[in-house]
């Protein structure tokens, strides 16, 4: 530490006496992302300069210099050139070397001269990627800068990854993004060093992909009915003869430019045909692909159950499926071709003739089974043209097909599964990689699906689970995020999912586990934010919102309140009761106490400036604080929020139903008693509850208050009855009973449950939190 500190004065004292002398560096001028495996930092530097020759001896060494002349260009206007003949000095030299790993690159830095190791184009271009990396920001800059001195430290870096299948999916089925924004994404993942992009080209609300034998595919299922003003879950469902406008596709030609282009950024891209649910937008193309025949529209937004699916039992679906591989298989080098296979409800093919005697004639004995039929035929037909069928962790029931790779993303169940009985898996959990989730305060972010993903929930990710055997983990080929789009209908928004949580994830893809560091990497994000700038992506800031938690004091009944941003590290400042946020404010250290209603404002700070979202809650005291809660049902065991606490604790549940904060009753209605100590008078209860639809939770559909002086004797003091109504969107909603002033020392909180939807499933309270005035 000491060495340093005397480094960056011995630096500064450099930079005093002379404007033109180069910066001394240190570790923490290093910040790149993803950590590489080795690095060692010497003294001396390499400067860039008009006259900096790249050496190369093969077109994949050219390939990836040029990305770093073109960034060059931009940012300075030079043309750096590529050479064949060894320079004196000032280049980069690109050397083949079998010996270093697959993807993986050497770089080394010295005065004049870098060089770059690595046996494939993927290795050269990850090791330009990390230059990109040691060259002063600016250089992502999309416009000219001026004065910068593009100046790298002499370094030696070994680097390699630790999984091969590193990737992100796009679904652009459900909303419809233009190949320009693919191809930007393409090169942002080159920047992470991932090099996968799977693209959820077919599911119910779109086709996206050109298929030239079947031309209805696109004419009428890349197109729905312009609903986007309502909430996803609801919109109607479109009569056949109303316009379809909403919508696009990739032509044949696009793909092959989206495909070329990935590849010169060292990216495979897979593509998926979804099957056998999933697929309305072909079934309204083509209605004899189902069970039942019957033209059906392109669904504007939510639909569950998926019910129109492709018959299992007709040839012709077979037929139909195989000339559409026939031509992905043209367009798409991948060794892997992803057929979905999730979620898909099996009523139709129950009461289908077709399926009923392919059930006979196969010896199949359920759906599940039919599934795996339908499965494990597309694999053969697959693997006869020499590539590998991978699809959703459903492909599993009712058996595996032989040569399938499964993507696991209901948890990791699948995925150790399938490494149990052999096959090769990709690592998705909904839990730490889809991207469609929160990934702040639900108040505080933009609508969502659900869910909640931070990105220091993402770089806590492991594909390797710790049960597995190394056989197992062997068969894990890496890990993916997948970014559903039902709430994503924008480029931008969708870089505000995808940014920084990517970063997160290529580190713990690419990176050591022993290296795994999140302080660490919190301290890198902040380089990392200004590249995003400069490269002009909406990236996310939701690491800086700050989020409060309560703990009660039962011995005092008050609430100490804790604020925290992501970052381990960091600087809130805090003020109380509406005074403002300036030179004032409190350094954050300890939780702070609450006796009494108290409203707080805060904000993270960086270099004594205020950054991120300003966080402002009102905590609303009450008689109930902190007082003894007594349940005679149960929550439920998913749903525990705060245990006993979490009725009475003022921090009240948001609209993310995982929050922490709520508690939750499956089917059961929910009864609690609340001891308030002593006999006090009170005149109003208040009880905090969610709606949402979705997920299947729903209001109480009657809340009741009961009073007792002696905990036994109960005397009802009001009751709210809430019948059953259709709602789309998330609403949360205090049932508050008054009542004439009394005194009373227990109270009984009564919520019953709908228990059934009117499709039959089960139904969920959900409770937070009780207010006693
Ligand atoms: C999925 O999220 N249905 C694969
Ligand atoms: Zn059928």
């Known amino acids: 530490m000491k060495l340093r500190a005397l480094i960056i004065v011995l630096s500064l004292l450099i930079f005093s006496c002379s404007n033109k002398e180069a910066k001394v560096f240190t570790e923490t001028d290093i910040q790149i992302i993803p950590k590489p495996e080795r690095l060692k930092l010497g003294e001396g530097h390499f400067e860039f300069n008009k ?61 004049n001269i870098i060089t770059i190791e ?26 000219k800068v001026e004065s910068i001195d593009w100046v790298i430290p002499n370094i030696d870096i070994v680097d390699a990854p630790r999984f091969k299948w590193r990737g992100l999916m796009l679904d652009v089925s459900r909303h419809f993004f233009q ?21 959820h080209l077919v599911d119910d609300q779109g086709w996206r992909i050109e298929i030239k034998e079947y031309p209805k595919l696109t004419q009428i299922g890349a197109y729905r009915v312009d609903q986007e003003d309502k909430p996803w879950d609801g919109r109607y469902t479109p009569s056949l003869d109303e316009k379809a406008t909403y919508g696009g596709f990739y032509t044949q030609d696009d793909i092959k430019e989206i495909v070329a282009y990935a590849e010169s950024r060292g990216v495979n891209v897979v593509p998926e045909i979804e099957m056998p649910a999933h697929v309305t937008s072909a079934v309204a193309s083509y209605p004899e692909l189902s069970c039942l025949g019957k033209p059906v529209s392109v669904p504007s937004g939510g639909l569950w159950p998926i019910t129109d699916i492709y018959c299992a039992g007709k040839e012709s679906t077979f037929e139909f499926l195989e000339n559409v591989l026939n031509e992905v298989l043209e367009l798409f080098p991948s060794k892997y071709i992803h057929v979905g296979g999730d979620e898909a409800t099996k009523t139709n093919w129950k009461a289908c003739a077709h399926c009923k005697k392919r059930m006979k004639d196969e010896n199949l004995n359920s759906p599940e089974e039919l599934q795996s039929y339908f499965i494990k035929r597309m694999e053969r037909f697959i693997s006869s043209k020499g590539r590998v069928l991978i699809g959703w962790d459903e492909i599993l029931e009712g058996g595996l097909a032989p040569g399938a790779t499964v993507m696991s993303w209901r948890g990791v169940k699948g995925g150790l599964e399938a490494s149990e009985q052999g096959h090769d898996v990709v690592m998705t959990p909904g839990t ?3 991207f469609d989730h929160y990934q702040g305060p639900m108040n505080t972010e933009p609508l969502a699906w659900g869910g909640n993903t931070p990105v220091s929930k993402v770089y806590e990710f492991d594909p390797i689970v710790d049960s597995m055997s190394d056989e197992q983990a062997q068969h894990v080929l890496g890990g993916q995020a997948n970014l559903w789009s039902e709430y994503v209908p924008t480029e931008s928004h969708s870089e505000y999912m995808i940014y920084p949580r990517i970063a997160a994830l290529s580190e713990t893809l690419w990176s050591p586990k022993k290296d795994r560091d999140w302080l660490d990497f919190s301290y890198r994000m902040e380089s990392l934010f200004k590249s ?51 030179s004032t404010a409190i350094a954050y250290s300890k939780p702070i106490e609450i006796k009494a209603t108290t409203t707080i404002k805060a904000s993270l700070y960086k270099d004594n400036k205020p950054v991120g979202k300003v966080f402002e809650k009102t905590f609303n005291y009450h008689k109930a604080v902190g007082k003894k809660v007594v349940y005679n049902t149960k929550y439920h065991n998913s749903y525990k929020g705060k245990e006993s606490t979490n009725m009475v604790n003022i921090i009240r549940g948001t609209k993310n139903f995982h929050d922490g904060q709520w508690q939750a009753w499956l089917v059961n209605d929910m009864e609690l008693t609340i001891d308030l100590d002593e006999e006090i008078e009170i005149q109003d209860v208040s009880v905090g509850t969610m709606e949402h639809q979705g997920p299947s939770i729903y209001f109480p559909t009657q809340i009741e208050v009961l009073l007792s002086k002696d905990g036994k004797a109960f005397k009802s003091v009001g009751k709210i009855d809430r019948p059953y109504k259709n709602n789309a969107s998330i609403i949360l909603k205090d049932f508050n009973i008054h009542f004439d002033p009394q005194k009373a020392r227990f109270v009984k909180v009564k919520a019953k449950n709908l228990k059934k939807t009117d499709k039959g499933g089960d139904t969920w309270i959900f409770i937070d939190e009780i207010v006693v005035r």
């Open 51 to 111: 006259n900096t020759v790249f050496f190369t001896t093969d077109v994949s060494q050219s390939a990836a210099a040029q990305i770093l002349i073109d960034k060059f260009k931009t940012v300075q206007g030079w043309d750096l050139k590529t050479v064949e003949t060894l320079p004196k000095s000032n280049y980069i030299q690109f050397k083949t070397s079998e010996d270093i790993k697959k993807e993986g690159y050497k770089l080394l830095a010295e005065n």
């Open 118 to 143: 690595a046996n494939n184009f993927n290795g050269f271009l990850y090791g330009i990627e990390t230059l990109r990396q040691l060259l002063p920001v600016e250089i992502e800059s999309q416009v």
């Open 179 to 199: 190949k320009e924004y693919i191809k930007k994404t393409i090169d942002r993942l080159a920047y992470h060093k991932m090099n996968t992009l799977h693209l």
């Open 432 to 434: 730490h990689c889809y």
């Open 532 to 582: 995003y700038k400069y490269q002009n992506i909406n990236y996310a800031k939701s690491a800086y919102t700050i989020s409060s938690d309560a703990k009660v004091n039962d011995a005092t009944n008050t609430i100490n309140v804790s604020l925290k941003n992501e970052f381990p590290v960091s600087d809130i400042r805090y003020v109380l009761n509406g005074a403002s946020l300036d």
